[in-house]
């Protein structure tokens, strides 16, 4: 029987892959304090976390998808997402405000708060509408929050006049000095989605709507971004490290059970095959590759970080998903499919190329000893927690301050360097980074200094564990302590 007291959570997402993977966690760790937890999505991203993993049966957590007439997902590229994001707020705040007004009427006690993830503020209007508390998950690191915040506090022209001219320093209060490849890829010359300015824009006016300091919840812990987590005005906004958030499996053992994030989507056909192949390798002799769930490599690219690799000689486990072919029937597609395959027939007894695996699984895998990477947040907090360290390769959006990151202050790797005249990272300069990192023992023992920190935070009384259960105490308190 479901007592009112306990405290009812709607956490809602945007649906992509690097979203929901977060926000999911998140859900099972506000579970973990006593709580119930309602999970607002799209029909699509529902689908998807379905199909892949066991999410359906977690106790204290249920679903209430909506549909934003792309059901079956957004099929078109990021410059025309300008209807597909409407869609997502005009249909999301009215099945938002159904859902709430459902449970008022059926005499469930209703719900405690709203915590929404970035890129849909408007969750925060139709929580203040219907007078229900509501706060931001950022899923991004501290230093990212701080950047937008400086951004919309005074400092835009500071961000935005580097001409992107790396030599130029962005000083901002509190962080270290950044220049144009470090901060996100929307505030530059060459950004191509002005959407994404204006929902960041969007969601820090709806801070400025608040009478106290705002709350605002963020995937990494104390630890980590010590500085970065106090380098707002604290009479603004109070940022809370409550990360990181993975399996449980993986970072503080609550949850053996808990081994995959819910949102990855397995491609047909796929097979363990992998563990296998890992398990016959030394250890740390492995170099483990993958850009994530949306960036998508050109063929030549692809090429020359297959030759980099081949010169360096160590075993490699690649991640080429099926999205990095071009539309199918194209000359595009037929070349990219032609290097794929010349890559997996010439790189066979030195590599594999999967088209999945399951990522945290393999930077836990004692055979890996590095990994290349987009840099995207959820890549690098798994490869910390993993105490693997980095090869930096940023595409876009938080990426690029992410691997300022990992290079100069957690010191854990490497970041390539692009040729300028063909924006390309050429073989020579993949090889030179492999040798840096692969038995680097200064990055190694800062990668595991950062593994142990993480998962003490993470465990019970740890940091992130105690800041959790703070805010849901300040809120609402934890089940059974309401009156």
């Not at 819910?262 to 363990?272: E, K, R």
Request: charged letters at 25%; glycine letters at 8%.
């Amino acid at each position: 029987m479901v007592s009112h007291n306990q405290n009812h959570f709607i956490v809602i997402s945007f649906p992509a892959q690097g979203h929901l993977n977060p926000t999911l966690q998140f859900a099972k760790r506000l579970i973990r304090t006593g709580a119930r937890v309602t999970y607002f999505t799209t029909v699509s991203a529902h689908k998807r976390m379905l199909e892949s993993s066991n999410t359906s049966n977690i106790y204290g957590l249920t679903y209430a998808p909506f549909s934003d007439g792309y059901d079956d997902g957004f099929k078109g590229g990021l410059g025309d997402a300008d209807h597909f994001l409407s869609e997502i707020a005009r249909c999301g705040s009215q099945a938002l405000r159904e859902l709430i007004q459902s449970a008022h009427d059926g005499g469930s006690g209703g719900f405690t708060c709203i915590i929404y993830a970035i890129l849909v503020p408007w969750v925060a209007e139709v929580a203040r509408d219907l007078q229900i508390p509501s706060f931001l998950l950022w899923i991004q690191p501290a230093t990212v929050f701080d950047i937008y915040y400086y951004y919309c506090n005074g400092y835009k022209d500071v961000i935005t006049n580097n001409n992107n001219d790396p030599s130029y320093p962005i000083n901002l209060p509190n962080l270290p000095v950044l220049s144009c490849k470090d901060i996100p890829t929307f505030f530059l010359p060459t950004n191509l989605y002005p959407w994404a300015i204006s929902l960041f824009e969007n969601q820090f006016k709806v801070f400025e709507g608040e009478s106290k300091p705002v709350k605002v919840l963020v995937n990494t812990f104390d630890e980590l971004e010590s500085d970065a987590l106090k380098a707002v005005d604290v009479n603004k906004i109070n940022l809370i490290g409550i990360g990181p958030l993975i399996p449980s499996a993986f970072l503080d053992g609550q949850d053996l059970s808990d081994k995959s994030f819910g949102g990855d989507l397995v491609s047909a056909g796929t097979t363990d095959e992998y563990k296998d192949w890992l398990d016959s390798k030394e250890e740390a002799s492995v170099i483990y590759v993958s850009f994530g769930s949306v960036s998508v490599l050109e063929h030549q690219q692809m090429e020359e970080i297959f030759r980099g690799l081949t010169e360096c000689g160590f075993p490699y486990l690649w991640v080429c998903r099926e999205k990095e072919s071009k539309q199918e029937g194209t000359e595009a597609a037929k070349e990219e499919e032609s290097v794929l395959s010349r890559i997996k027939r010439e790189g066979s007894e030195q590599g594999k190329i999967v088209s999945w695996c399951s990522q945290v699984e393999v930077l836990s895998h004692s055979a890996i000893g590095c990994f290349i990477t987009h840099c995207g947040w959820n890549s690098t907090l798994e490869s910390l927690v993993g105490g693997v360290p980095l090869i930096g390769f940023p595409q876009w959006t938080d990426q690029g301050t992410n691997a300022k990151l990992i290079e100069d202050v957690w010191k854990v790797g490497v970041r390539m360097r692009v040729n300028e005249e063909t924006k390309i990272v050429e073989r020579q300069e993949v090889s030179r980074c492999v040798k840096m990192v692969m038995g680097n023992e200064e990055m190694k023992r800062n990668a595991n200094k950062w593994k142990e920190l993480a998962k003490s935070a993470a465990k019970e009384g740890g940091s992130s564990d105690r800041n959790l259960r703070g805010f849901v105490e300040e809120i609402g308190g934890l089940k059974g302590t309401k009156e």
